[in-house]
T-cell receptor, first 114, second 116 residues
């Protein structure tokens, strides 16, 4: 019940395309859902995050869509660029709980071809 | 405006030796988290500390691993008697608070541990 399932494992799109990465969870206590971007040899960088009181959040070219009833959320990257090629991780946590630990998905390796 | 700092960036140990990984949180952050990333896998939570206190160690292996975050100085993740299976990237993250506004976690560059 603590798992966050992420798909696809890898994704190839052409420059300008809109890659979509999906995550699903079981624990209804989760109420904070961040996305992280990781380049090879670097630490994860916080991209965007959403809470379940909204169904969509947009920051620049990155959009999170959230479906509370389905317990699913997804990341869309508009007008993708080769520089977006990285591994993307979704995560979830329980804000206000006894711990602030993040439960991560298994990651999606994105390649944006020029 | 330094971010989360970790050292060393790369650490090589032989089986049976000890590994000490250090993490200095961002300025103004008093909450520290350690995660482990095995090759081709996602990040797994290990331990959550606030100054001088362990808040959640549910992800820590029961033996050989320990963590501390003293009143002064960096947080330290200590692995005693390392084995090959400990080879991984260890990431530290920090947050300003543990809940509510300011609880976003920012990650350091990681320490890549190789056990020979």
């Amino acid at each position: 019940q603590q798992q966050v399932k992420q798909s696809p494992q890898s994704l190839i799109v052409q420059k300008g395309g809109i890659p979509i990465i999906n995550c699903a969870y079981e624990n209804t206590a989760f109420d904070y859902f961040p996305w992280y971007q990781q380049f090879p040899g670097k630490g994860p960088a916080l991209l965007i995050a959403i809470r379940p009181d909204v169904s969509e959040k947009k920051e620049g070219r990155f959009t999170i869509s959230f479906n509370k009833s389905a317990k699913q959320f997804s990341l869309h990257i508009m007008d993708s660029q080769p520089g977006d090629s990285a591994t993307y991780f979704c995560a979830a946590s329980v804000r206000g709980g006894a711990t602030n630990k993040l439960i991560f998905g298994t990651g999606t390796l994105l390649a944006v071809q020029p | 405006n330094a971010g989360v700092m970790q050292n060393p960036r790369h650490l090589v140990r032989r089986r049976g030796q000890e590994a000490r990984l250090r993490c200095s949180p961002m300025k103004g952050h008093s909450h520290v988290y350690w995660y482990r990333q095995l090759p081709e896998e996602g990040l797994k939570f290990m331990v959550y500390l606030q100054k001088e206190n362990i808040i959640d160690e549910s992800g820590m292996p029961k033996e050989r691993f320990s963590a501390e975050f003293p009143k002064e100085g960096p947080s330290i993740l200590r692995i005693q008697q390392v084995v090959r299976g400990d080879s991984a990237a260890y990431f530290c993250a920090s947050s300003r608070t543990g809940t509510g506004a300011g609880d976003e976690q920012f990650f350091g560059p990681g320490t890549r541990l190789t056990v020979l």
